[in-house]
């Protein structure tokens, strides 16, 4: 018996662990500020949100392997609440966000991907750490309840959410459009 109790409060331990590690016990708050103006390649995507890291990665590595542009921040735009919408019509944009490119290379990634600058808007913005995968998934549990509260309680209307995984600063923005 008390092996038992001794590899509960072991697995205990470490799964509480693990959780503070990826940002379980963050507190979320939110701050409004302009924000955009970031160039944007990625593709279109109808249907569940979960293949959004395969996009992610297809338009990361065409980037890097095909155009030798190397990016440090992928993205995700998500238009609708998958708690309304049944999730093969999901509507999303995914890929990366690329900094210092001339018109003429635009001009050629326009040809393999849509491309777009996001204009300067008013947006609620908040952070959350970027340690791998798990810190995505405990991020979507925490922000976006809080989001939904945040927006209800301050009467703004639901708009698509945009995350930005910034891989060098290791964190999570995400924003949603006032």
Do not use: H, W
């Amino acid at each position: 018996m008390k092996i038992t109790l001794i590899i509960v409060a072991i697995l205990i331990v470490l799964l509480v662990s693990i959780y503070a590690y990826y940002g379980g016990f963050r507190k979320i708050s939110f701050r409004i500020e302009e924000q955009g103006g970031e160039t944007l390649v990625y593709d279109n995507v109808v249907g569940d949100y979960k293949q959004a890291t395969v996009v992610s990665d297809r338009v990361y590595y065409g980037l890097l392997n095909d155009e030798k542009i190397a990016t440090t921040k992928g993205f995700g735009i998500f238009y609708d609440n998958p708690k309304e919408v049944e999730k093969s019509k999901l509507r999303s944009e995914v890929g990366c966000i690329v900094e210092n490119l001339d018109s003429a290379t635009i001009a050629t990634l326009t040809q393999k991907y849509q491309v777009k600058t996001l204009p300067k808007t008013q947006c609620i913005v908040t952070e959350f750490p970027f340690k791998g995968g798990l810190s995505a998934l405990i991020g979507l549990i925490k922000v976006y309840p809080a989001l939904e509260k945040y927006t209800e309680k301050e009467k703004l209307k639901r708009s698509p959410i945009m995350e930005i995984y910034d891989v060098p600063n290791k964190t999570i923005t995400y924003r949603q459009e006032i």
